[in-house]
RNA sequence: GCAGAUGUGGCGGAAUUGGUAGACGCACAGGACUUAAAAUCCUGCGGUGGUUAAACACCGUGCCGGUUCGAUUCCGGCCAUCUGCACCA
């Protein structure tokens, strides 16, 4: 039969008779975990990100099966989540409903795409059989002491009486009701990522993954050594400076407080009280990118206060301004402006008073600010000293006294994991009256989300509002007591759910240690790269918490990863429906068939890469498709009517060496996910078959066996196809089933090669010699060649140089 | 703003460690087949100049400069575009 959807319905249906994609965890071949981050049920169908990264990974993982590793190849669903909600407060349909439906509905269109998933394995996080067990990983973070509450900004719309995302956030407003939003705080749920900083920044080294991400995520941490520094204000509080530049100490002539920290209220005097009240309100209605902006003109008050300068005891000015953050360091920062551009332009605007202490090292002028290391000047007995040994110096002498200490900070922040959302993994904390927080007893595992809950917003948590939900006994002393109502953060479900695969179906455990042992950490992860430092951090972290806490032996979840790139609008953009620039893959399969799809996307687009969708190929992809039709057909009717030959001739020596290098290279390729390439020689042998069709004596044998390995290279990439044009050749088997060919090096090797042959690097012309033969026969060759000899005789040579095999270039002087 | 990428024919994209720039394909043009068209097959295809045709010459990988016998690749400086920035997943 002709390719078409119906080739892919037919395969299907075999496949899943025949139980072709079971996953055996004792089966034969090293084991190897190929995994895709799974999806989010947004819709009821696949749009063209899913299929650009699920299908090119599928041929991956069957790739390797081919190539006789024991593949673990999972699929799931990261149910819970914010657009489901948003859309059942727009549509009045449960979040519940529309993610279930939506699940099945994609499971059938992944099925329809032929990807080569074990289904027994699926994961839903909405599911209390999923999220009993992301409960059970949050207790045992709490009793590590990993997870603990504290105050924490939201996104808060006065109007519509709810937290919202920074998404929902459109400059400053609401994306519902467009009225300002205002940065409120409120008690919430914490994961102490910090602990780990470091360990997340060294293990970067052991992955395989790509430079730019571990980049991301090296600046996500944000390693800075610098030291600690005690003001003391002049009404007795203290004020602990972060700074990497405690050299500079002697130049500070003022401090700056966040708008939010607690300090500001203690050191601000009634005389400016109003204006600093003002002030922080302002500030509130910023997010924290607008603040950093460092093109974002400075602002700040005063807040009448004064700190001592530990090192010579200035008194100095106490501000509060919007670009310190509270989050970062300590919050209060000591302000240098003759060594800080930010300072420095700060001082200039408010008059305040800028004292230089560093000169540059090797004494030229400096002006300010000056912000490299140098010299010190106007610092007391610490003059002369570089700034680096200053640096520890001045740290040094302030511990003496208890006002200082050298210490690493990081950027990098512990992860909020309070939603006060309805779509959820309820946080299983009691609250007592008497005992205070307490956790659920594991037993009593899950905390289940109520089904018939009001989560239209209106100023509480939608599970606020459910008291059957809310109103418990407390586990400890039988009283009454309340639950939590904020749900976890959905970054928690898919932090482990590469655990939960191997094991999907336990209900008595998370995941079995052996199995888990066994069959993660994943060897080869395939993702969008949006989720360099967020996802892959979080999943970082999990795995090296649970191996603190004693459930599994690795380190690291995800050996090797890569990247797909995103297929934008045709217009070059982002898909969005807003824009109107989406397209459905849907009208293309059903008229071209997955397999044509699958192909298209891979061969027209780099896999790493992306780029705007165009549909001008794929009808190309199809031609393809029908020439390997064509082919197959034609090697049966030339090996019947063409005379046969056994000689091994030229004819069929090239033919082998095509055959050996297309293997060759596409085992290479897709090896890293460069399907485009492979796809390129796959065609070239395909041409090569059809060349040596159109000969007049036939070897058969290998002719045969070509055509056989030309389909079986195909199988991994167009599954279907490959099945049909396969059972075409009279083979029983699945091509799934065959082994992945291996080159022979006899029938690569041999041939003729062309040396390029340059005048000053630029190509004259190319010397043939037999690919086989020494360096030295070559460079006789090319020596001896008329042309060479002509280049010689016409030029003032200077010399030659030759790269054995590569180029022969002749150095001339003009 | 900070961080990370990317930039090659009319188009998608190739090019190992610095070694023939443009593989493979699309589009286009010419030819074969056909009453004709479609499909298919064959040939050509970066630009400019040159020639009856070739040969050949020069230019060419975002822009400017550098290193090198040789640079799409390495270095410095610009320009443009895309992605992420901690409550989207």
């Known amino acids: 039969m002709e390719y078409s959807k119906k080739v892919d319905e037919k395969w299907q249906k075999e496949w899943k008779e025949k139980n072709a994609y079971k996953f055996d965890i004792n089966g034969k071949g090293e084991k190897l975990y190929c995994l895709e981050m799974f999806s989010y049920p947004s819709g009821a169908k696949l749009h063209l990100g899913h299929w650009f990264n699920y299908g090119p990974s599928d041929s991956f993982a069957r790739f390797k099966k081919m190539q006789g590793y024991n593949v673990f190849h999972p699929m799931g669903f990261d149910a819970f989540g914010l657009p489901a909600e948003n859309y059942a407060i727009k549509t009045g349909i449960h979040p519940e409903d529309s993610t279930k439906k939506n699940i099945s509905a994609m499971r059938k269109q992944l099925e329809e795409m032929g990807a080569s998933y074990d289904w027994d394995y699926m994961v839903e996080t909405c599911m209390p059989d999923y999220y009993k067990w992301t ?130 209220k203690k050191v601000t005097t009634e005389e400016h009280k109003k204006e600093v009240e003002d002030y922080i309100d302002k500030a509130s209605k910023l997010s ?114 208890e006002k200082g200490r050298l210490t690493t900070n990081y950027r990098l922040k512990d992860w909020l994991v309070s939603r006060q959302r309805y779509w959820g993994a309820p946080i299983p904390i009691i609250y007592c009256d008497k005992c205070g927080i307490v956790p659920v007893p594991e037993e009593d595992l899950p905390v289940l989300l109520p089904y018939d809950v009001e989560f239209k917003p209106d100023g509480e948590s939608p599970l606020k509002k459910s008291k059957e939900f809310m109103n418990c006994t407390c586990p400890k002393c039988g009283g009454k007591a309340t639950r939590e109502a904020d749900t976890l953060d959905t970054f928690v479900c898919s932090s482990w759910y590469y655990l939960r695969y191997p094991d999907a179906k336990n209900d008595k455990e998370a995941f079995n240690k052996d199995i888990v042992n066994k069959i993660d950490p994943v060897d080869v992860y395939v993702g969008g790269k949006e989720h360099a430092a967020m996802h892959l951090i979080y999943a970082r972290f999990m795995t090296k918490a649970l191996r603190d806490l004693g459930y599994l032996d690795f380190d690291e979840p995800f050996k090797r990863l890569v ?73 049966k009717v030339v090996c019947k009517e063409s005379s046969e030959t056994n000689n091994i001739g030229d004819k069929e020596k090239e033919l082998l060496r095509t055959k050996n290098q297309t293997i060759k290279l596409m085992t290479e390729n897709i090896e890293d996910f460069r399907f485009n390439t492979a796809i390129a020689r796959n ?54 089933n065959q082994k992945w060919p291996q080159v022979s090096e006899k029938e690569l090797s041999g041939g003729k090669k062309d040396i390029p042959v340059q005048l000053n690097g630029k190509l004259k012309f190319c010397v043939s010699v037999d690919a086989e033969s020494s360096t030295e026969e070559m460079l006789e060759i090319i020596k001896n060649d008329e042309r060479v000899i002509k280049l010689h005789e016409n030029n003032n040579v200077v010399k030659d140089i030759y790269v054995p095999g590569r180029i022969y270039n002749i150095v001339v002087k003009k």
């Open 288 to 401: 924290e990118i607008e603040r950093l902006a460092v093109d974002k003109e400075k602002t700040g008050v005063f807040t009448g206060g004064y700190a001592i300068n530990p090192v010579n005891g200035d008194k100095v000015p106490i501000w509060i301004a919007d670009y310190v953050l509270e989050d970062y360091g300590t919050g209060y920062v000591m302000a240098v402006p003759a060594h800080d551009e930010r300072d420095y332009e700060f001082a200039s605007k408010y008059k305040l008073p800028i004292k230089e202490v560093v000169k540059s090292a090797d004494g030229e002028e400096t002006k300010l600010p000056f912000i490299e290391k140098g010299i010190l000047v106007n610092s007391g007995k610490y003059d002369g000293l570089s700034s680096e040994d200053a640096r520890r110096k001045i740290t040094e002498d302030l511990e003496k006294e």
């Open 135 to 264: 409960q059970w990983i949050f207790l045992k973070l709490y009793k590590a002491g990993l997870a603990y509450k504290k105050e924490a900004p939201v996104n808060w719309c006065d109007s519509c009486k709810t937290v919202l995302a920074n998404e929902q956030v459109i400059n400053g407003t609401c994306e519902r009701c467009g009225s300002e939003i205002k940065r409120k705080k409120l008690a919430q749920w914490f994961f102490k990522i910090t602990d780990y900083a470091e360990e997340l920044l060294q293990d970067l080294s052991k992955l395989d993954w790509p430079e730019s991400t571990k980049k991301v995520q090296t600046n996500w941490i944000g390693k800075s050594e610098g030291s600690e520094i005690v003001f003391e204000t002049t009404n007795g509080e203290k004020i602990t400076v972060f700074t990497t530049r405690a050299d500079t100490l002697n130049g500070v002539t003022y401090v700056v407080l966040a708008p939010e920290s607690e300090l500001v």
């Open 683 to 736: 065609m070239e042998l395909s041409n090569a078959i059809n060349d040596y069709m159109k000969e007049k004596e036939i070897n058969k044998e290998i002719l045969e066996k070509t055509v056989e390995t030309l389909i079986i290279l195909l199988a991994p990439l167009a599954p279907h196809f490959a099945e049909e044009e396969w059972q075409k050749l009279g083979k029983e088997e699945f091509v799934y």
């Open 563 to 635: 990247h797909q790139g995103m297929i934008l609008g045709p217009d070059g953009n982002k898909m969005s429906k807003s824009k109107g620039n989406t397209v459905s893959p849907e009208e293309y399969i059903d008229e071209y068939g997955s397999d044509v799809f699958r192909m298209y996307l891979m061969f027209g687009f780099d896999y790493k890469q992306g780029g705007p969708w165009n549909e001008k190929g794929i009808e190309a992809m199809a031609k393809f498709f029908t020439r390997v039709e064509k082919l197959v057909e034609d090697s």
